[in-house]
C-alpha cells in the first residue's frame, strides 16, 4: 500500500511590497536530501501554501516535500468460521396418560 508522508523542510514570509513573492529558506542537506533525476538532470520538488496565521517570528508561510512510503500490509488474521445457531433439539411430547400401554 502507498502512503504519502510530508517531510517539512522549511517556512517563509510573503514579501508586503510584492503579493505573491514569498521568499523561502530552506537547509541545503534537505535540497540534497529530497532531489531526484529525470533525464540526466537534478530536480528538487516541493510544495508551499499559506499557514493560517503567522508562527511568533512572522513567517507566513510553510514547505515540504512529499515521499511515497511503500506499507507493508497488515497480515490478516483468519477467524475461524462462523458456526450457525444451533437448533434446539425438540423435547419429546409427555406421553398421553390414557393410553393401555
Known sequence: ??????????????????????????????????????????????EMAPLREPDRFGRTHTAWVT???EEAEPAVEEKPAPKGKRKRKPKPEPADENLPF
Open 1 to 46: 500500500m502507498k502512503t504519502y508522508k510530508k517531510n517539512y523542510i522549511g517556512k517563509g514570509t510573503e514579501n508586503a511590497n510584492i503579493t505573491g513573492l514569498v521568499r523561502m529558506t530552506i537547509p541545503v542537506e534537505d535540497v540534497l536530501k529530497f532531489k531526484h533525476e529525470f533525464e540526466g538532470v537534478e530536480y528538487f520538488t516541493f
Open 67 to 69: 515521499s511515497h512510503e
